[in-house]
């Protein structure tokens, strides 16, 4: 079955780094978009990032364009998010998210900012 794994959450200041991976199976990763979105405490999940089979399209959310980074490597099966300048309103639960047919949806990654 289709299992989506993300780490690499955690507490970081204002201004710092992260980078969330998300570790795909069951599925055939290569031929699949694949997805991060997150959703902040009273909030509704949004899209933050996407990319396409084969990493040459990406797609951002305004408010992380510049900032933040999508790509994939096909041949470890993983996704990555590579998260700079991280302000609080980043703060969020993050998701990956693979796309066949319907959505499949990872367990979620905390990330919180704050000094």
């Known amino acids: 079955q289709v299992q989506l794994v993300e780490s690499g959450g955690g507490l970081v200041q204002p201004g710092g780094s992260l980078r969330l991976s998300c570790a795909a199976s069951?599925?055939?990763?290569?031929?699949?978009?694949m997805s991060w979105y997150r959703q902040a405490p009273g909030k509704e999940r949004e899209l933050v990032a996407a990319?396409?089979?084969?990493?040459?399209?990406?797609n951002y959310a305004d408010s992380v364009k510049g900032r933040f980074t999508i790509s994939r490597d096909n041949a470890k099966n993983t996704v990555y998010l590579q998260m700079n300048s991280l302000k609080p309103e980043d703060t969020a639960v993050y998701y990956c998210?693979?796309?066949?047919?319907?959505?499949?949806w990872g367990q979620g990654t905390q990330v919180t900012v704050s000094s």
């Open positions: 069951g599925f055939t990763f290569s031929t699949t978009l």
């Open positions: 990319i396409t089979k084969v990493g040459d399209i990406t």
């Open positions: 998210v693979a796309r066949r047919g319907r959505d499949y």
